[in-house]
Nanobody
């Protein structure tokens, strides 16, 4: 049984930073691409960033390029999202997904999701 567990969300002022973590069990973490999605109230879910299993291929949504960094620690079965220079429009529930499609120019979700972690950025 695959389990995906996010943590690290919270309330931060605009311009601040947060680091999200996602720990996965039940699959070979090092063999799968991983990704972060987010969904704000009243909006569709959007892909934020993904990282291939090798760590070579990455994708970032235009809205977060230059501010967010995705990385992974395969020894800990953990994916991270370092979020800097946060803006109020980054406020959303952030979800981790294991086994995503991650092709550099786009990303697609998989069937394995976490429960989400809330990020709220105040102005």
């Amino acid at each position: 049984q695959v389990q995906v567990v996010e943590s690290g969300g919270g309330l931060v002022q605009a311009g601040g930073s947060l680091r999200l973590s996602c720990t996965v069990s039940g699959l070979t973490f090092a063999d799968v691409a991983m990704g972060w999605f987010r969904q704000a109230p009243g909006k569709e879910r959007e892909g934020v960033s993904c990282l291939s299993w090798s760590g070579i291929s990455t994708y970032y949504a235009d809205s977060v390029k230059g501010r967010f960094t995705i990385f992974r620690d395969n020894a800990k079965n953990t994916l991270y999202l370092q979020m800097n220079s946060l803006k109020p429009e980054d406020t959303a529930m952030y979800y981790c997904s294991a086994g995503v499609g991650c092709f550099g120019a786009k990303m697609s979700p998989s069937k394995y999701w976490g429960q989400g972690t809330q990020v709220t950025v105040s102005s």
